[in-house]
């Protein structure tokens, strides 16, 4: 009998996040343009010693300028992901489930498409421009998750059936009417939409935004986390669940809540990355462990280390020009989901 | 079995992974104080250059670092049209699909018009970027704002604006005197045009962007306006930029031309023949009475070779108004003789002649 | 206080179980909040008049009603509720586990109604064993049996070496401690049947409510599955109740069997009291013999039709 302990999970952690750190130190090496080891080494040594003036301008700029924001960026979003679907997978008893299935994704296309055809007829300043789609998106996302509460909601609390339906049907819905403005409106204000639907890191961010994902990122895990014991229950069924001291309808409620907010988050700054929620938490179930006090931490650390190494490949495959992260993620997880399924998603 | 003793306490996060956080974090804030100011750092260029402030196509106030040294094109319009201005020695960047003039090709690239690598730009150093809004997008203009790298960018919509666009640029680029003197050429041309096709009825085309699906140009683009140079009219009333219609939309219009850009080569004259044996096709009258039109890629792009290829079109539509000897023959000096079709009206059966002139109302 | 040879409820003193973090619970304890500790001698788990009505929305008549039902249960007993299927058994089995409340009437568990506590406070009190569900994803049967120390749990903490060392015993009362590593979706159907029946020993509960857990397996592992319960009850002192079809079975185990035919309670009692041929045919619908065996024990035999 070994049960789950602390310092395994501190471990494994450990261990990811070492796995992280290397990943992100050579994506800071890789692009377009060629930067050396020992030049970054050395920058990064005089940044973690406090001498950034020192930094020569060559790699200040595209290093921590450029690479930098974006590698943090993914980071985030694909730790964001990762926990996302992990939560919902568990919520809707559904190994199939991910971040998009309630429609997340799709409310906040529709605001990142409202945004791009408002923009021309506001005249903003670069930041609040910068800021303008990611906002909408947000927002979008946020009604979205909603509207869904509030159609799956039965007796007062969610239903998880009805929830799942009622997720299906709002994403199938706003899908069409994405469509339709994506047909009817003037194509030049809506080209960077293909990239946005395929899921893209290029967009740079405003720094304040950042930290706003930064922070409700925490907030957000931290909330499903609490309940990741629950989770556990809830998955070996919803009844013995709440015979063995579960409250369903708060763990519910908090989870469907957190995860959505870490899906809205993540989509509105960088599209809807595909493959990544879906996949990490079963990868991470293979490799670590399907208890959900383990699985949550290293699903948000594997999925870190997914998207940057997708990123990274989407910006060098073939440089100079850049493909949308999101077609990476589908390029090395349609095979990946084939092998999981045939192994019956253990 | 043994056990472990665990301690009895919970935990949020492994404490180590809160360090790792901290220090993401703090890259994070170094990335943000390296800036000084809001904007991002300028790009270091020579000690204090003068930089005068214009105000592009797109509303925006760019400032723009005098003397150009350095020029990154991200449409291959604005490369021809560099070219066109005698500024091709400043360009140091250009997209994977500039291939004209052939100088163009040699460039270093900096990927694709939607999706060029910023770094590579950023390598680069350039001291002005220039893009279009019907080409590039806002958020790669919105990157380089970011890094403060000047980027002006065109929208013309009409022909004329083309022209005043290319002499804009041509001070922008601080070529001044190339910039007057073109454009002075380019409306020359055009009035000359103009008088010849005066009194011609303008025939009405589909112009053709791909076939399948059935996809035209809008009536807000420039490549409308330059149909209506030609003495053609687009038949399409879309707003959108490339609207998609369909065939049987299309047989209701029942255009008397249609009009392809692209490639010319004998194999492109099969493919018309073939097209118009397909259903839905062959019963545009158009089709199968072989009044095809086709000219120069350089229509779709709005550059100073645009004129040539309105000419081009001008001659296959009204062929008559070019029966009389015509004014000096003004091809760009550096436009490369193109065989094949180009010039000829359609390939099927003679060319045809209108009987008498209709007086028409421009 | 407790010894470790009695970590479940029954031992000398009389209200005693284990609390959060292990804690034993003395009756002072519950003094303190206010509540009266239940002697052996009364019972421990008392339906009164408990009653209750599925409704169809909107609409004036119940979809369905369990009449006003009684019966008590002290320490050690194990209760069938007997009955064909759609007589209310399931209904009354949720109204004991307090998953329902009942429109009219009681139950209570130790002088508490069952409906009005805490999810976590009942998840310590009663277990429920239930008919088979699916697990999504498959782990090892010690996983599974420490589920069931959840109840005593803090939000974040991990198992701790009570928790582990109670899950064993569980494991062991019910003679399948070989089977600690194995994982849940390899072991036959009597086997996760043993595992289930730890998880729920796990929880130390008072009361231990059973839903049909003889319906997928072999007349061997049934038979198991009752000598199991019943030698549990008696040894540690649980209030077990069965819901239950099986005739035979409940005749030859049960203490006290509650007869329930569509809804109606028709009788309570021991098995022999309740075992009267008119009432069985007239309850299933087929022809039977009783006899009484040896033991006072009725033995029922089917006859064709």
């Given at each position: 009998m070994r049960p789950l302990t602390l310092k395994r999970v501190l471990w494994d952690c450990a261990v990811l996040l070492a796995l992280l750190f290397l990943v992100v130190v050579v994506s800071l090496k890789l692009g377009a343009v060629p930067v050396s080891m020992y030049g970054l080494g050395r920058d990064l040594i005089r940044v973690a010693l406090g001498r950034s003036s020192e930094l020569s301008s060559e790699y200040r700029l595209i290093v921590f300028d450029i690479r930098l924001p974006r590698i943090l960026l993914g980071v985030f979003v694909g730790a964001s992901l990762s926990v996302a679907g992990a939560s919902f997978q568990a919520l809707l008893r559904n190994p199939l489930a991910d971040p998009y299935v309630l429609g997340v994704s799709s409310g906040s296309a529709l605001g990142a498409i409202l945004a791009l055809v408002a923009a021309p007829h506001l005249h903003l300043s670069s930041l609040a421009g910068a800021l303008l789609t990611p906002l909408f998106a947000f927002l979008g996302a946020m009604a979205t998750i909603a509207a869904v509460y509030f159609l799956a909601r039965r007796e007062g609390q969610i239903d998880s059936g009805t929830l799942l339906l009622a997720g299906i049907i709002s994403a199938s819905f706003l899908s069409a009417v994405i469509m339709f403005l994506m047909t009817t409106l003037p194509g030049r204000d809506l080209r960077g939409m293909a990239f946005w639907l395929m899921g893209d890191l290029s967009t740079p961010l405003p720094a304040s935004y950042r930290w706003l994902l930064a922070v409700g990122f925490f907030a957000a895990a931290g909330a499903v986390y609490t309940t990741a014991a629950d989770l556990n229950l809830l998955l070996a069924g919803e009844r013995e669940a709440i015979h063995l001291g579960v409250d369903i309808v708060r763990v519910r409620l908090v989870v469907y809540v957190a995860a959505s907010f870490l899906t809205a988050l993540a989509v509105s700054v960088s599209g809807a990355i595909g493959y990544v929620g879906l996949l990490v938490p079963h990868v991470m179930r293979l490799l670590f462990r399907s208890d959900y006090r383990l699985l949550l931490p290293t699903a948000a650390l594997g999925g870190a280390i997914a998207v940057v190494i997708a990123d990274t490949l989407a910006r060098t495959v073939v440089a100079p020009t850049e493909l949308p992260v999101g077609a990476m993620t589908a390029m090395a997880g349609a095979p990946l989901f084939v092998y999981l399924l045939r192994r019956r998603l253990t | 079995m043994g056990f472990q003793r665990t301690g009895r306490r919970g935990c949020v996060a492994g404490r180590r992974q809160v360090f790792a956080a901290v220090f993401l974090l703090a890259a994070n804030t170094h990335v943000q104080n390296a800036a000084p100011g809001g904007t991002g750092p300028r790009v270091s260029q020579a000690p204090m250059q003068t930089a005068v402030e214009f105000t592009d196509e797109a509303g925006r106030i760019v400032r723009v670092p005098q003397p150009v040294r350095r020029i990154v094109s991200l449409a291959p319009s604005l490369t021809e049209t560099l070219f066109a201005l005698g500024a091709g020695n400043l360009l140091v960047g250009d997209t994977d699909y500039c291939d004209y003039p052939p100088e163009a090709l040699s460039k270093p690239k900096v990927g694709g018009a939607i999706n060029p690598s910023i770094e590579q730009i950023v390598a680069l150093r350039p001291d002005l970027v220039l893009a279009t809004k019907s080409l590039n997008r806002r958020e790669t203009v919105a990157a380089l704002d970011r890094l403060g790298i000047p980027t002006y960018v065109t929208d013309p919509h009409t022909v004329e604006a083309m022209i005043a666009s290319t002499a804009r640029l041509a001070d922008v680029a601080g070529v001044h005197g190339a910039g007057a003197a073109l454009a002075a050429s380019l409306r020359e041309r055009l009035a000359a045009l103009?008088?010849?096709?005066?009194?011609?009825?303008?025939?009405?085309?589909?112009?053709?962007?791909?076939?399948?699906?059935?996809?035209?140009?809008?009536?807000?683009?420039?490549?409308?306006?330059?149909?209506?140079?030609?003495?053609?009219?687009?038949?399409?009333?879309?707003?959108?930029?490339?609207?998609?219609?369909?065939?049987?939309?299309?047989?209701?219009?029942?255009?008397?031309?249609?009009?392809?850009?692209?490639?010319?080569?004998?194999?492109?004259?099969?493919?018309?023949?073939?097209?118009?044996?397909?259903?839905?096709?062959?019963?545009l009258d158009a089709a199968h009475e072989g009044r095809f039109a086709v000219v120069s890629e350089a229509f779709i792009r709005p550059a100073p070779r645009l004129l040539y290829a309105i000419e081009q079109l001008a001659r296959q539509l009204h062929p008559q108004a070019f029966l009389s000897p015509p004014p000096p023959e003004q091809k760009p000096a550096d436009a490369p003789a193109k065989p094949g079709l180009a010039g000829q009206t359609g390939s099927l059966g003679a060319p045809r002649f209108l009987e008498g002139r209709a007086a028409c109302a421009r | 206080m407790n010894s470790p040879a009695h970590d479940f409820p029954g031992s000398a003193a009389p209200f005693s179980a284990a609390g959060a973090d292990g804690e034993t619970r003395s009756t002072n304890d519950y003094a303190q909040e206010g509540l009266e500790p239940a002697g052996t001698r009364t019972p421990r788990l008392s339906v009164e008049q408990a009653s209750y009505a599925y409704a169809i929305r909107g609409s004036e008549a119940p979809e369905f009603t369990l009449e006003a039902t009684s019966f008590h249960a002290r320490q050690g007993e194990l209760v069938a509720i007997l009955g064909p299927n759609a007589s209310g058994k399931s209904t009354l089995l949720k109204l004991i586990s307090?998953?329902?409340?009942?429109?009219?009437?009681?139950?209570?568990?130790?002088?508490?109604?069952?409906?009005?506590?805490?999810?976590?406070?009942?998840?310590?009190?009663?277990?429920?064993?239930?008919?088979?569900?699916?697990?999504?994803?498959?782990?090892?049967?010690?996983?599974?049996?420490?589920?069931?120390?959840?109840?005593?749990?803090?939000?974040?903490?991990?198992?701790?070496?009570?928790?582990?060392?109670?899950?064993?015993?569980?494991?062991?009362?019910?003679?399948?401690?070989?089977?600690?590593?194995?994982?849940?979706?390899?072991?036959?159907?009597?086997?996760?049947?043993?595992?289930?029946?730890?998880?729920?020993?796990?929880?130390?509960?008072?009361?231990?409510?059973?839903?049909?857990?003889?319906?997928?397996?072999?007349?061997?592992?049934?038979?198991?599955?009752?000598?199991?319960?019943?030698?549990?009850?008696?040894?540690?002192?649980?209030?077990?109740?069965?819901?239950?079809?099986?005739?035979?079975?409940?005749?030859?185990?049960?203490?006290?069997?509650?007869?329930?035919?569509?809804?109606?309670?028709?009788?309570?009692g021991s098995p022999a009291a309740v075992y009267q041929r008119d009432l069985l045919e007239q309850v299933f619908e087929t022809r039977l013999t009783v006899e009484l065996g040896p033991a006072g024990r009725p033995r029922v035999s089917v006859l064709g039709k």
């Open positions: - | 103009q008088s010849r096709l005066n009194g011609e009825p303008a025939r009405s085309v589909l112009f053709v962007v791909w076939t399948d699906p059935l996809i035209s140009v809008g009536r807000d683009t420039f490549i409308a306006d330059a149909l209506r140079w030609a003495g053609a009219r687009s038949v399409v009333e879309s707003p959108q930029d490339w609207p998609q219609i369909s065939l049987e939309g299309a047989l209701r219009l029942q255009p008397e031309f249609l009009v392809f850009s692209g490639e010319h080569s004998e194999a492109e004259q099969r493919n018309l023949e073939a097209l118009a044996q397909l259903p839905g096709w062959r019963d | 307090g998953t329902l409340e009942p429109l009219s009437g009681r139950v209570l568990l130790d002088g508490f109604e069952t409906a009005r506590l805490d999810a976590r406070t009942r998840a310590q009190r009663i277990a429920v064993v239930l008919q088979e569900s699916q697990l999504l994803f498959p782990c090892r049967a010690w996983e599974f049996v420490l589920q069931g120390r959840h109840p005593y749990g803090r939000a974040w903490r991990f198992v701790s070496d009570e928790d582990v060392r109670i899950a064993d015993n569980a494991l062991e009362q019910v003679a399948a401690g070989r089977l600690a590593s194995r994982w849940m979706d390899k072991i036959s159907g009597g086997e996760k049947q043993r595992v289930i029946l730890a998880r729920a020993l796990a929880q130390q509960p008072l009361l231990l409510l059973l839903d049909e857990p003889t319906l997928h397996l072999d007349i061997g592992a049934q038979v198991g599955l009752l000598e199991n319960l019943r030698r549990l009850a008696a040894e540690h002192r649980y209030t077990v109740v069965v819901v239950t079809h099986e005739l035979a079975l409940a005749g030859e185990y049960a203490d006290q069997v509650v007869l329930l035919h569509r809804g109606k309670c028709l009788r309570v």
